[in-house]
T-cell receptor
Framework: KQEVTQIPAALSVPEGENLVLNCSFTDSAIYNLQWFRQDPGKGLTSLLLIQSSQREQTSGRLNASLDKSSGRSTLYIAASQPGDSATYLCAVRWRNFNKFYFGSGTKLNVKP | GAVVSQHPSRVICKSGTSVKIECRSLDFQATTMFWYRQFPKQSLMLMATSNEGSKATYEQGVEKDKFLINHASLTLSTLTVTSAHPEDSSFYIC????????????FGPGTRLTVT
């Protein structure tokens, strides 16, 4: 059964701290994995897309890694800022499945 | 990056009426579009997948006669909530997948539907 789990459900950190968000998934035969950010009452903003053949992707202060064998992905945020406060969603697309499976998200609060 | 728009952003309607929500990919062609709904403090729930020019594929438990999806072109999909009831009140988000490259999925800003 395809499932995506995100831990923790909520995280509160002081500004400037580096942090890691976790995403785990069943079945290593994935097609790709995408990290999103969602602000309250808004749609999703794509942060990083990692293909099955890739180990990591970087964009600015964000770095996402993928370890298929252990069924895990992490999103690393460096030098966090209050503007990073949002819910972060991990979504996995498996081979032979034409859709994303979403985790329940991690709600991040960065305190000034 | 690619942009997906939704219209309207908010809609309030009376119970028993129908509401149409539009989803457009503005600067790319999308063979496949997805419709999600999201309840407060919950993750997205996929309702249906639509491919341009063919019938939508609905997820288990989603009433296809109630949530009509039309994907008439490579840039436009519509979701019509027929005979809306208060329990249909939710946040509806569409998504479009590009036809080239890594087939990244882009999301619209969402439509807040309130049925009174």
């Amino acid at each position: 059964k395809q499932e995506v789990t995100q831990i923790p459900a909520a995280l509160s950190v002081p500004e400037g701290e580096n942090l890691v968000l976790n995403c785990s998934f069943t079945d290593s035969a994935i097609y790709n994995l995408q990290w999103f950010r969602q602000d309250p009452g808004k749609g999703l903003t794509s942060l990083l897309l990692i293909q099955s053949s890739q180990r990591e992707q970087t964009s600015g202060r964000l770095n996402a890694s993928l370890d298929k064998s252990s069924g895990r992905s992490t999103l690393y945020i460096a030098a966090s800022q209050p503007g990073d406060s949002a819910t972060y969603l991990c979504a996995v697309r498996w081979r032979n499945f034409n859709k994303f499976y979403f985790g329940s998200g991690t709600k991040l609060n960065v305190k000034p | 990056g690619a942009v997906v728009s939704q219209h309207p952003s908010r809609v309030i309607c009376k119970s028993g009426t129908s509401v149409k929500i539009e989803c457009r990919s503005l600067d790319f062609q999308a063979t496949t579009m997805f419709w999600y709904r999201q309840f407060p403090k919950q993750s997205l729930m996929l309702m249906a997948t639509s491919n341009e020019g063919s019938k939508a594929t609905y997820e288990q438990g989603v009433e296809k006669d109630k949530f009509l999806i039309n994907h008439a072109s490579l840039t436009l999909s519509t979701l019509t909530v027929t005979s809306a009831h208060p329990e249909d009140s939710s946040f509806y988000i569409c998504s479009a997948r590009g036809t080239s490259g890594y087939y990244e999925q882009y999301f619209g800003p969402g439509t807040r539907l309130t049925v009174t």
